[in-house]
């Protein structure tokens, strides 16, 4: 049976605690890291198919709407 009030015990509990929690974190920076990625790459397509749009819409001489 395991004494779960030796100091033994507590420090390896202590340990195993300690590396889960940086093993989180370092998922969490990089999940953060990936949809920080994936909102930029949206964003800078937006931007160009704005910028498309308004180009065509030049070229076919419509008028921009405010």
Known sequence: M???NSAS???GKE????FKTEID???VR????VA???LIKGL???I???ETLENVMKEEGIVEIP
């Open 2 to 4: 395991i004494d779960s």
């Open 9 to 11: 015990f507590r420090m």
């Open 15 to 18: 340990i195993e605690n300690e």
């Open 25 to 27: 974190e370092d998922l």
């Open 30 to 33: 990089k999940a953060e890291t």
């Open 36 to 38: 920080d990625e994936d």
């Open 44 to 46: 800078n397509m937006i």
């Open 48 to 50: 160009k198919n704005n």
